[in-house]
């Protein structure tokens, strides 16, 4: 199985450089290529979904800490079988409606913070309109999760168990920058491509399922 070390060194050798230039710069260029991948890919063993209680009053709640993108967002009525979704508009789309009651229709990231004390702000989603239940709702967010940095203190993580192919290829693109007019670049964004495709197609049907597996938790 992939790890850091494991990685570092198919990155090394498959470049043929192990230059301090290059070397000193591998797990900048592995991480890099994680960003690059929770932007352009789903990985299954990345989606999270998290249950937010929210009360009467309320238009927020905290954005989950290795939080990358949002995937869907539903709101359920604690004691009740079913629930609706929220769907996504913009932070400009959700301002403009705040001054509404009633159940969550909307919800968006919006990079906004609220303070919570003098010192410390939080991230969080927004959601309208203003919630008008007395007994308050569950609000669930699934959304794709950052799989943490890796180094040689953290030397695996859900990349380098779920997508290893995707990981070494997409690490070997960032490191473009260092190659100039290298020819392997096209076929290194070939086989990301490949692995792209393949992990985003087998994610799919399995997103949903695991979607009511959790919501069951």
Not at 44 to 63: A, C, R
Not at 79 to 103: C, M, P, V
């Amino acid at each position: 199985m992939m790890d850091f070390t494991t990685l570092t060194d198919q990155i090394k050798d498959t470049l043929s450089r192990y230059d301090d230039t290059v070397v000193t710069n591998i797990p900048y260029f592995i991480n890099q290529a994680q960003q690059r991948i929770a932007r352009e890919v789903t990985i299954i063993d990345l989606v999270k979904l998290t249950k937010n209680p929210v009360v009467k009053g309320k238009s927020f709640f905290e954005k989950p800490a290795d939080f990358i993108r949002p995937l869907s967002c539903y709101f359920h009525v604690p004691g009740l079988t079913y629930s609706k979704n929220i769907e996504y508009r913009s932070k400009e789309f959700i301002i403009a409606y705040l001054g509404a009651a009633g159940d969550p229709l909307y919800y968006t990231d919006g990079a906004t913070t609220v303070t919570i004390s003098p010192n410390i702000e939080k991230p969080i989603m927004i959601f309208c309109p203003t919630l008008e239940r007395d007994e308050g709702v569950d609000i669930w967010l699934e959304y794709y999760a950052y799989p943490g940095d890796l180094s040689e203190g953290t030397r695996t993580n859900a990349l380098t168990k779920s997508a290893p192919n995707l990981l070494l290829y997409g690490s070997l693109l960032e490191c473009a920058p260092f190659l100039k007019e290298d020819e392997r670049i096209q076929i290194w964004q070939q086989y990301y491509n490949d692995a792209k495709e393949m992990y985003g197609t087998t994610n799919v049907a399995s997103k949903q399922d695991r979607s009511r597996d959790l919501m069951k938790d």
